[in-house]
């Protein structure tokens, strides 16, 4: 069964700072990765999708990078905010399209 | 962008008593949708996958007489926890996946979540 893990599980930082959080999975076939961010008490917002074939993907202030081979993503985060304080989990998905979710990683960004 | 609603959003019940939660695409079909729960400070785990047309399948562990799935539609899936009891007392969030240009490619949507709470 796949297992997807994230380091680190908490994380602070002050503004400004450039910063990773790395998932890691078991399974190396994998269909596509995602990340997401969750606010405490909602739902999820997609942040970057990666599929199987791609190395990476950007969006503004996120890269995503994917080494499906080694079974690792990082996402990287660059000139962090206060606002980009949520937790944030990446997630692999099989050719049935179930996820499985990451443990992780809790941000503050500290003003 | 592809949307994913759910309803409730929020449901307070007594112990005992059944929910149902439902979960629709809104701009999209979609053949199949997934059912997770996210306890505190947990991360979201499969619970199971509802198809249309036929039986749910359900993850290990997961009891398929408590949590009744019902995918009613191309666009609906409902999710019903019978004789619930506190520690059902989760937050539970559908997805549901579109079929890309690409032939097999597929994004998955997922849903606000709903907040349960069994007294």
């Known amino acids: 069964k796949q297992e997807v893990t994230q380091i680190p599980a908490a994380l602070s930082v002050p503004e400004g700072e450039n910063l990773v959080l790395n998932c890691s999975f078991t399974?190396?076939?994998?269909?596509?990765l995602q990340w997401f961010r969750q606010d405490p008490g909602k739902g999820l917002t997609s942040l970057l999708l990666?599929?199987?074939?791609?190395r990476e993907q950007t969006s503004g202030r996120l890269n995503a990078s994917l080494d499906k081979s080694s079974g690792r993503s990082t996402l990287y985060i660059a000139a962090s905010q206060p606002g980009d304080s949520a937790t944030y989990l990446c997630?692999?998905?099989?050719?049935?399209?179930?996820?499985?979710f990451g443990t992780g990683t809790s941000l503050t960004v500290i003003p | 962008g592809a949307v994913v609603s759910q309803h409730p959003s929020r449901v307070i019940c007594k112990s005992g008593t059944s929910v149902k939660i439902e979960c629709r695409s809104l701009?999209?079909?979609?053949?199949?949708m997934f059912w997770y729960r996210q306890f505190p400070k947990q991360s979201l785990m499969l619970m199971a996958t509802?198809?249309?047309?036929?039986?749910?399948?359900?993850e290990q562990g997961v009891e398929k007489d408590k949590f009744l799935i019902n995918h009613a539609s191309l666009t609906l899936s409902t999710l019903t926890v019978t004789s619930a009891h506190p520690e059902d007392s989760s937050f539970y969030i559908c997805?549901?996946?579109?079929?890309?240009?690409?032939?097999?490619?597929?994004?998955?949507?997922f849903g606000p979540g709903t907040r349960l709470t069994v007294l």
């Open positions: 997805s549901a996946p579109r079929t890309g240009k690409l032939s097999s490619y597929n994004e998955q949507f």
């Open positions: 399974d190396s076939a994998i269909y596509n």
């Open positions: 990666i599929q199987s074939s791609q």
């Open positions: 997630a692999v998905t099989n050719t049935g399209n179930q996820f499985y």
């Open positions: 701009d999209f079909q979609a053949t199949t």
């Open positions: 509802s198809n249309e047309g036929s039986k749910a399948t359900y």
